[in-house]
């Protein structure tokens, strides 16, 4: 046999993994997110009418009027999946959920959305038994969405186009640790590291912090105080997808579904050496 009759005869095969057919709905997601951040830049851009809830945590007409928009467009979508959304859950209107549902949060971050931060986001998270398999996350006041499928893998979406992102392993310097910038416990941060090397610590509002862990930006996040499984499912499922971790202080993957959806404290990080 010729060399040229070789080459042709090398060919590549190809994967024929199969992918989960939740992936296909991933591109709907991101422009439903799209849309939602648009409608929160236009609230962004003139009085957001900020409220206080019963929780005593903030609500502003874009977390209603985005989590309305959002909630029409995935009931069109998946018409049999639950919905559990913040704002209607506030409200008194929770879902009987199954193994498979969706997580909701319209405005993560509405103390930087009030101070005109910019880290606020957009999130929308697919739970399949106890955990996020898809996931996007949208910070429309900087322009970035990150989006992530179990088995598939994680992106970056801005004017430059798409990315595939990744978690990266701690550099020699040490760790970068995100903290939040509203919810912060300083002291029990620096107690948690207090043996660890740490090269910065950089504080970032909203689930936004998990998007940069699943960038591979920084190294660890830890959260000690009270979070809804809606702050972060969307966000857990673009870190996963890029290789990084969600747990709790025990070391126990953080699940959802839970009664109440309150989250217990977590650390959440990339790469593990």
Same mark, same amino acid.
């Given at each position: ?19 989960? *057919?939740?992936? #296909? ?38 977390? #209603? ?6 909630? *029409? ?12 959304? #913040? ?40 739970? #399949? ?103 972060? *499912? ?33 650390? *959440? ?5």
């Amino acid at each position: 046999m010729t060399r040229r009759k070789r080459r042709a005869l090398d060919l590549t095969i190809p994967d024929m993994t199969p992918r989960p *057919a939740f992936v #296909e709905w991933l591109p709907e997601l991101r422009r439903l997110a799209w849309r939602a951040g648009e409608l929160v830049m236009s609230v962004y851009a003139g009085n957001c009418n900020a409220r206080v809830k019963a929780d005593a945590s903030p609500v502003t007409d874009a977390d #209603e009027q985005a989590e309305a928009l959002i909630v *029409a467009g995935l009931a069109s979508l998946a018409p049999t999946l639950p919905i559990v959304a #913040e704002e209607a859950v506030a409200a008194g209107r929770v879902p009987p959920i199954g193994e498979r549902f969706w997580l909701v949060d319209p405005l993560d971050g509405t103390r930087e959305f009030v101070q005109r931060n910019l880290e606020f986001t957009v999130n929308i998270a697919l739970i #399949e038994q106890g955990r996020p398999v898809l996931g996007v996350v949208l910070a429309p006041a900087l322009g970035q969405l990150y989006s992530g499928a179990a088995g598939v893998g994680a992106w970056r979406h801005d004017t430059t186009g798409e990315t595939a992102i990744h978690c990266r392993r701690v550099p020699p310097a040490g760790l970068t640790v995100l903290a939040s910038r509203s919810h912060g416990d300083e002291a029990a941060l620096r107690a948690f590291l207090d043996d660890r090397q740490i090269a910065a610590i950089r504080h970032v509002g909203s689930s936004l912090k998990l998007c940069l862990l699943a960038a591979g930006e920084a190294d660890l996040y830890a959260r000690f105080g009270r979070t809804m499984e809606w702050d972060i *499912a969307a966000g857990h499922a673009v870190l996963a997808a890029a290789g990084g971790h969600l747990r709790d202080l025990a070391g126990q993957a953080v699940g959802y579904g839970k009664p109440g959806f309150e989250n217990p404290d977590f650390v *959440a990080q990339g790469l593990v050496s």
